[in-house]
C-alpha cells in the first residue's frame, strides 16, 4: 500500500512539474534581463564565496541555485531556462503537500495544477525579480508540515523558510506555517535555523524601520491587481478559499499570513500583486480540501495556456528581454574577432537599456569567450549599445568616428570601436547636448561584467564617457 502512494505521488509530481515547466518556458523569450533580474545571476558568476547579495534587502541564499546553474550553463538562455524549472517547482511541491495531507491523487493534481497555470505565478517568474524562488520556498514550507513524525521536516522547514525570506522579506508571511512543524522531532534544527537566519532578520528589522511611510494607507490596488493578473483563475482561488474554511490548520495559517501582509503594506506603504502571490501555495492547498470533481471541473472551465510572444511580431525580441539578449549575443559572437579582448557597455537617451552590458558580457563568457578576452586594454574592441526612441537621430549619430554598426533596429543600434573612438564620440556628443541644453545620457553597465573577472581594473577602467567626467 506504501508502495502504491510512492508511486501516485511521484506521478502527481512529474505530471504537475512538467505542465508548470513548459508552461513557463513558454514565456521564456519575454523573460526580463534587466537590473534586479540580472543580479542574482551577477553575484552568482563571482564565486561560492562572493554570497554578499546584489541589492538589500535579499540575503546569500538566493544567489545559491543561480550559482549551480551557472556552472553547467551554455549560455544566459539555458540560464534562465534552467531558473524557470526551479520556478515550476511551486506547483508539484503543492501538489505533493496535498497528496500526502489527503491521500487523493485528483485533489493533488487539482492543487497542483492550478499553480502551474496561474498567469500570476508565470508573470512572477517571468519578471526574473518580483519574488525570485519565494513562492517555491513557501510551498516547501508546506510540505514540511507533513512530515508528522519524520525527522525531515523541522530541517526541511528551516530551510525552506530561510530560503523564503532572502528572496523576499515578506516572506515573513508564511511564519505560521511554521506552527504546524514538529520542532521537537528535531531540536537541532532550531539551533541551526536560529544562526543561520537571525543576522538577516536582525537586518531586516532595521530595514524595515528605516523603509516605514509617512503616512499608512490600505493597499487595496495591490489586490485588485492581483485578480486582474489571475483572470478566470480567480474564480478557483476562490472555490479554494472554501476549502480553506473547510481546514483548521490553513484557515489559521493563512488569515494569519494575510494580516501579516496587511500590516506590512499598510506600515511601508507599498504593497504589490506579486507580494499578494506569496500565499498562494497555502491558498491553492485549499482546493485538495474539496471534491475532485468540483476543484477539476472549474480549472477546467478557467484555465488557459499562456500566449507564447514568439506569436506576436517581435514579441521575442523586445528591448529588456532573454530574447533580444540570446539575440544580440548570438550576432557579436559571430562577428568578433576571437584574437582581440570585448568589453560591452550600454547608452541611453529615452528609458531603459535594450540590453544589460553586465547580462550580455556573462552571456558570452558561458559561450566559451575566456576572461583574459573580457578586458580592457589598449586592443579591446568596445561595444557600445545605444537606446533610444524610436527612429531616432541619435542612434546612428556615431557613424563620423569610425565606430561600425554591427546591430540595429527601431529602439536600439550596436556599434564597435576602439576606446579611443569611443572616447572622441562620447566627447562630440556631450558638447552638442550642453550647447542645445540636453541632459546627458545614462550610461553604464560595464563594470557589473568587468567587476566579475577583473575587479582589480577598479570602475575608472570604464569611465570612457565624457559627459560623466565633467
Known amino acids: 500500500m506504501a508502495r502504491l502512494s510512492l508511486k501516485r505521488a511521484v506521478v502527481v509530481f512529474a505530471v504537475v512539474w512538467a505542465v508548470a515547466i513548459a508552461a513557463r518556458w513558454t514565456s521564456l523569450p519575454q523573460s526580463s534581463a534587466l537590473g534586479d533580474a540580472l543580479g542574482p545571476w551577477l553575484v552568482g558568476a563571482r564565486g561560492p564565496w562572493s554570497?554578499?547579495?546584489?541589492?538589500?534587502?535579499?540575503?546569500?541564499?538566493?544567489?545559491?541555485?543561480?550559482?549551480?546553474?551557472?556552472?553547467?550553463?551554455?549560455?544566459?538562455?539555458?540560464?534562465?531556462?534552467?531558473?524557470?524549472?526551479?520556478?515550476?517547482?511551486?506547483?508539484?511541491?503543492?501538489?505533493?503537500?496535498?497528496?500526502?495531507?489527503?491521500?487523493?491523487t485528483f485533489r493533488a493534481l487539482a492543487a497542483g495544477l492550478l499553480l502551474a497555470l496561474d498567469p500570476g505565478l508565470i508573470d512572477t517568474a517571468t519578471s526574473g525579480a518580483e519574488a525570485y524562488q519565494a513562492p517555491v520556498a513557501i510551498a516547501l514550507l508546506l510540505v514540511a508540515t507533513t512530515a508528522h513524525t519524520a525527522r525531515w521536516g523541522p530541517w526541511v522547514a528551516v530551510g525552506a523558510f530561510a530560503w523564503a525570506l532572502m528572496c523576499h522579506p515578506l516572506s515573513v508571511v508564511a511564519a505560521p506555517l511554521l506552527w504546524w512543524v514538529r520542532w521537537r522531532r528535531a531540536p537541532l534544527a532550531v539551533v541551526a535555523g536560529t544562526a543561520v537566519l537571525l543576522p538577516h532578520l536582525?537586518?531586516?528589522?532595521?530595514?524595515?524601520?528605516?523603509?516605514?511611510?509617512?503616512?499608512?494607507?490600505?493597499?487595496?490596488?495591490?489586490f485588485e491587481a492581483w485578480v486582474d493578473q489571475a483572470g478566470p483563475l480567480v474564480w478557483v482561488f476562490a472555490v479554494s478559499a472554501l476549502g480553506v474554511v473547510r481546514q483548521r490548520r490553513l484557515w489559521l495559517s493563512l488569515g494569519t499570513g494575510l494580516f501579516l501582509l496587511l500590516l506590512a503594506g499598510t506600515q511601508l506603504g507599498y504593497l504589490r500583486d506579486h507580494h499578494v502571490r506569496l500565499l498562494s501555495p497555502p491558498l491553492a492547498l485549499g482546493l485538495a480540501r474539496l471534491p475532485s470533481p468540483l476543484s477539476l471541473g472549474a480549472l477546467a472551465l478557467t484555465a488557459s495556456w499562456p500566449d507564447d510572444p514568439r506569436d506576436r511580431p517581435g514579441g521575442a525580441r523586445r528591448p529588456?528581454?532573454?530574447?533580444?539578449?540570446?539575440?544580440?549575443?548570438?550576432?557579436?559572437?559571430?562577428?568578433?574577432?576571437?584574437?582581440?579582448?570585448?568589453?560591452?557597455?550600454?547608452?541611453?537617451?529615452?528609458?531603459?537599456?535594450?540590453?544589460?552590458?553586465?547580462?550580455?558580457?556573462?552571456?558570452?563568457?558561458?559561450?566559451?569567450?575566456?576572461p583574459d578576452l573580457l578586458d580592457v586594454r589598449d586592443d579591446t574592441d568596445v561595444v557600445v549599445i545605444l537606446s533610444g526612441k524610436r527612429r531616432h537621430e541619435w542612434l546612428s549619430s556615431p557613424g563620423p568616428f569610425q565606430l561600425k554598426r554591427v546591430a540595429a533596429q527601431d529602439t536600439w543600434a550596436v556599434f564597435v570601436g576602439t576606446p579611443q573612438q569611443l572616447v572622441q564620440w562620447s566627447e562630440s556628443d556631450c558638447a552638442e547636448r550642453a550647447q542645445a541644453g540636453r541632459p546627458p545620457p545614462r550610461v553604464g553597465g560595464a563594470w557589473d561584467g568587468l567587476a566579475i573577472w577583473h575587479p582589480e581594473r577598479g570602475a575608472k577602467a570604464v569611465d570612457w564617457w565624457a559627459c560623466s567626467r565633467q
Open 202 to 222: 536582525l537586518y531586516l528589522g532595521s530595514a524595515a524601520g528605516d523603509a516605514a511611510a509617512d503616512s499608512a494607507s490600505l493597499p487595496v490596488v495591490a
Open 51 to 104: 554570497t554578499r547579495p546584489h541589492a538589500a534587502p535579499y540575503g546569500w541564499l538566493l544567489a545559491v541555485p543561480h550559482a549551480v546553474i551557472l556552472r553547467a550553463a551554455g549560455d544566459l538562455w539555458g540560464a534562465f531556462a534552467a531558473i524557470r524549472v526551479v520556478d515550476a517547482l511551486v506547483a508539484p511541491l503543492t501538489a505533493l503537500a496535498a497528496f500526502r495531507s489527503t491521500r487523493s
Open 320 to 370: 529588456g528581454s532573454l530574447g533580444l539578449l540570446h539575440q544580440m549575443g548570438s550576432e557579436l559572437m559571430a562577428v568578433r574577432d576571437p584574437t582581440r579582448p570585448l568589453m560591452i557597455d550600454g547608452v541611453t537617451d529615452h528609458g531603459v537599456l535594450a540590453v544589460e552590458p553586465g547580462g550580455l558580457l556573462l552571456d558570452l563568457h558561458l559561450r566559451g569567450v575566456p
